[in-house]
């Protein structure tokens, strides 16, 4: 028996035109990032840079130190503003996980599939309307006078404006106006998160015995937890920014609430009531401190980044 040698297998020919359209490619990739990355320096890193330089100096441009944090720290009203804010940062980012994941997760396991559509659709609708327009649309639902739901605000014991803007009441209102804005399109967020979980998974676990909720809380929850994380850190950065709604319902309330109820309203107030760009600019690097340890201490104890091996 004798072995036939056969000829090698000549590489077949490269195409004409596939370096151009690589080139294209990657000129269109590099267009699209470039568009992006002037952006992100336009109005993101020059924008914080320049506000760290004003926080360590003063009108005449000279280096300062911490003096402009010390002095926006003992402010009356730098105590309460934050207070208030991470009050209503609790109650928001509280509400919005655990009402959010488990709405997706009825969503995905226990609503038809027609029905589940129309639903996330529903749930997306306010958060097609701009901050300003939602908040003017809660002036009318929380003003017993005109709201449609006037009979529930005086059932409660709120029979005016002004007991409806009690100061007490304040971050619960604005959790109800976040939630109801912002909740709609995090839920579809999570649903499609959920849709990326195998369905041999949940097959694997129907077989084992469990439950829908029990699946959900040690199979589905679990794998999504990068997910929740990301929500928070987005919930919580967009949370400590509060400006539009206080805003808007100190002018509406005429004065009831103040009108440095958050962090952002009072730099507002440094900046443009009392011309100290300094202090205002002091109190932002405040709350993007706050935000990136937050951020931080998520990314760390979600594993958020960590590759999964196969």
């Not at 990032?33 to 840079?49: K, N, Q």
């Not at 100096?57 to 730098?78: E, H, L, M, P």
């Not at 208030?84 to 969503?107: F, I, K, P, S």
Request: glycine share 8%; charged share 10%.
């Amino acid at each position: 028996m004798t072995l036939v040698d056969t000829p090698p297998v000549a590489a077949p020919a490269r195409r004409r035109g596939t370096q151009p359209r690589r080139r294209a490619a990657g000129l269109a990739g590099w267009l699209f990032a470039g568009g992006y990355t002037v952006l992100l320096l336009a109005f993101g890193v020059f924008p914080t840079c320049y506000a760290f330089y004003l926080a360590f100096t003063n009108d005449a441009g000279q280096f300062t130190g911490i003096n402009q944090f010390t002095k926006v720290a003992r402010d009356y009203r730098f105590g309460p503003a934050f207070s208030h804010v991470l009050l209503y940062l609790v109650l928001w980012l509280v509400t919005l996980v655990v009402l959010t994941v488990l709405a997706a997760v009825v969503l995905r396991s226990r609503v038809r599939p027609g029905l589940s559509a129309l639903l996330r659709f529903l749930y997306y609708i306010p958060g097609a309307l701009a901050g300003v327009a939602s908040v003017l649309v809660w002036l009318f639902m929380l003003d017993p006078d005109v709201s449609p739901v006037s009979w529930l605000l005086r059932a409660i014991g709120l029979d005016s404006f002004a007991a409806v803007l009690a100061p007490g009441d304040l971050p619960v209102i604005f959790m109800l106006i976040a939630f109801w804005t912002g909740a709609g399109g995090w839920m579809v967020v999570m649903y499609g998160a959920l849709n990326n979980i195998p369905d041999e998974v949940l097959e694997a676990a129907k077989m084992d015995g469990a439950g829908p909720w029990r699946s959900a809380w040690h199979i589905q929850i679990p794998m999504i937890r990068q997910w929740i994380a990301y929500m928070t850190i987005l919930a919580f950065a967009g949370g400590t920014q509060l400006f539009v709604e206080p805003q808007l319902l100190q002018t509406a309330s005429l004065g009831r609430i103040s009108p440095t109820w958050s962090p952002n309203q009072l730099a507002y107030v440094y900046a443009f009531q009392q011309g100290d760009f300094n202090g205002a600019a002091a109190i932002s690097v405040f709350l993007l401190a706050l935000g990136l340890l937050c951020a931080g201490l998520l990314v760390w104890r979600s594993n958020m980044f960590t590759i999964e091996e196969k």
